[in-house]
């Protein structure tokens, strides 16, 4: 059958690890790819022009991820515990795909026309040519269920891959040969996207096996899936907030340069995220064929580990801040650098929530996720709407600093409870985690001599 995983037989430790290692491989590979894009649109648009494409960008997949409600998190759940089939998530996904576009997309240019930050002609203009993305980001969200419902990693990270290759291709000819501005810039992000959710239909239909990748959804799917979706989805669409909320307040009240400037320091202080979120992509559906035991055993081990080395990443990333910063971007783009010191801590905080989500969710417990994100978005806004008027943009940062470590507080609180774990079990490496690394750098060594 074409929905045997590939990872059948392997040890849950042994899979999570080879699979984050393959993940955050693969993002370094697209964080390579990203920047040169970045660098380009920053150097030729400007920091307006920046924030204007980033805006355009964040505020449909913000309404496109809500108005999804959950529904691909649970067809990766439902995969995962093989309760349905390709067939069965893929009718469902088209069903899903159509309803939501035809009500999220109105609701989008709705809130455009009225939002303050988006006063003038040429961002409305922008802003409501951005709503093409939601139909298309709602397809490639429920794409990306089967792959990881069926564990297919290697699918998965070549998905990824194959988008930041084809944006940044696009982009060259937007900008060098087109001159398109952030209006080009935008539609070449959206066929991307398009083109992305082709090869993912390629992939699906493969890995079906002959097998139909669209059959009728049995009865009572769509309420389990939504019970299950709507479990968590508040605190995710809080989490999203959390992430995001910041620019918002950023554009309402500094503006779209200073919003320009600040998105470069969240581009770069987000590279971190990168090692946690590979981690939170494998584990939650491993977690979620996996007894309650098992998954004590595994997540603290992931936990502590993955922290451990994002501890170190965001030290070596703070050190080289400045000169990262110039040499991308110029110092035009240096008003940037303390907003993006300040975040570096705080995504290294919440690299802790990102893992536990993850093992949480496979457990069918997502309420923690939406009372912890519930409380951190609280934080974050009271600190916004306090900080951004009086600091600027490294209020912003403080805000969603502050608020990433009083979610993953709660988060850990909530797990130590719930699974039995301890607090150092989960959060300190020991010696036999540094006995593993000695391990692995011996092979390494050995691999190199012999090579």
Not at 32 to 41: A, D, E, G, Q, R
Not at 120 to 137: C, G, K, W, Y
Not at 237 to 256: K, P
Not at 302 to 310: A, D, E, K, P, Q
Request: charged share 10%; aromatic share 10%.
């Amino acid at each position: 059958m074409g929905e045997i995983d590939e990872v059948a037989g392997a040890s849950p430790a042994r899979a999570v690890f080879r699979h984050s290692v393959m993940t955050f491989g693969t993002r370094m590979a697209i964080v390579l790819v990203n920047i040169p894009t970045s660098i380009l649109i920053a150097r030729l648009l400007g920091a307006e022009g920046q924030g204007i494409y980033a805006s355009a960008i964040a505020f449909p997949t913000m309404f496109a991820f809500i108005g999804l409600m959950g529904v691909d998190s649970a067809h990766t759940f439902l995969l995962s515990r093989r309760t349905h089939t390709v067939g069965q998530i893929g009718g469902q996904s088209l069903l899903v795909m159509a309803l939501m576009s035809a009500i999220i997309t109105p609701a989008y240019l709705v809130f455009i026309h009225f939002y303050h930050g988006a006063s003038t002609p040429e961002l409305r203009s922008v802003f409501s040519l951005a709503a093409v993305m939601i139909p298309v980001l709602l397809a490639k969200y429920l794409c990306v269920a089967f792959f990881l419902g069926l564990r297919r990693i290697r699918q998965f990270n070549l998905l990824n891959l194959a988008q930041a290759a084809i944006l940044l291709a696009l982009m060259l000819v937007n900008l060098f040969v087109v001159g398109g501005g952030p209006r080009g810039a935008l539609v070449a992000y959206v066929l991307s996207e398009v083109a992305v959710i082709a090869y993912a239909l390629v992939a699906i239909r493969r890995i079906a096996a002959g097998e139909p990748i669209i059959t009728r959804p049995p009865p009572g799917m769509f309420r389990r899936s939504l019970v299950y979706g709507l479990q968590g989805h508040p605190g995710s669409i809080l989490t999203h907030f959390t992430y995001r909320f910041d620019m918002f307040l950023v554009l309402s009240m500094l503006g779209v340069s200073a919003q320009g400037f600040y998105s470069i320091s969240v581009l770069l202080a987000e590279k971190l995220s990168h090692i946690p979120q590979s981690v939170n992509v494998v584990l939650f559906p491993h977690v979620s064929s996996l007894s309650g035991d098992e998954a004590n055993e595994l997540t603290p081990r992931v936990t502590r580990n993955s922290l451990f080395l994002i501890i170190l990443a965001g030290l070596a990333l703070y050190a080289v801040s400045r000169p990262l910063l110039m040499l991308f971007y110029g110092s035009a783009f240096l008003p940037a650098l303390k907003a993006f010191r300040i975040l570096i801590p705080g995504i290294m905080a919440l690299s802790v929530a990102k893992i536990l989500s993850s093992d949480l969710s496979g457990r069918d417990r997502r309420l923690y996720l939406t009372i912890s994100t519930a409380v951190a978005f609280a934080v974050n806004v009271g600190l916004c709407f306090a900080w951004i008027p009086r600091f600027g943009i490294e209020g912003a940062a403080w805000a969603s600093t502050v608020a990433y470590s009083v979610q993953s507080g709660l988060m850990l609180v909530f797990f130590v409870r719930f699974s039995g774990c301890g607090v150092a079990e989960t959060l300190l490496v020991n010696r036999e985690d540094f006995a593993l690394y000695a391990g692995l750098l011996r092979r390494l060594t050995t691999r190199g001599g012999r090579g």
